[in-house]
């Protein structure tokens, strides 16, 4: 059974840097051909994929995140973690890890395994 598992703080002040991990138990993410990903979901609004660290450790950034969100992993703790710089209150979301895509980024059916997800507040 495929597990991953969230953490960080839950209250970020603006213009800081929020800084999330996912710890991964039941599969390494070191398999070949898969995918790591991070998503959020807003207040009101629909999930929004942050990109993917994949098993060769490349990364992918959606546009809209690139220019302020990297991407890093600890294989030795079978984690990964996500650094998103400069946040703002419309940073505010549920942010969940989650194996895939397969093919397609957004395709959310591809995702097959999926954090509980963590509330993240940004302050002002």
């Known amino acids: 059974q495929v597990q991953l598992q969230e953490s960080g703080p839950g209250l970020v002040n603006a213009s800081q840097t929020l800084s999330l991990t996912c710890t991964v138990s039941?599969?390494?993410?070191?398999?070949?051909?898969?995918?790591w990903s991070w998503i959020r979901r807003p207040p009101g609004k629909g999930r929004e994929s942050i990109g993917y660290?994949?098993?060769?450790?490349?990364?992918y950034y959606s546009e809209f995140f690139e220019s302020r969100v990297s991407f890093s992993r600890d294989t030795s703790k079978n984690q990964f973690t996500l650094q998103l710089r400069s946040v703002t209150p419309e940073d505010t979301a549920v942010y969940y890890c989650?194996?895939?895509?397969?093919?397609?980024?957004?395709?959310?059916?591809?995702?097959?395994?999926w954090g509980q997800g963590i509330q993240v507040t940004v302050s002002s």
């Open positions: 039941g599969d390494s993410i070191t398999t070949k051909y898969t995918y």
């Open positions: 989650a194996r895939g895509p397969k093919t397609r980024i957004g395709n959310w059916d591809e995702y097959d395994y």
């Open positions: 660290i994949n098993a060769d450790g490349y990364t």
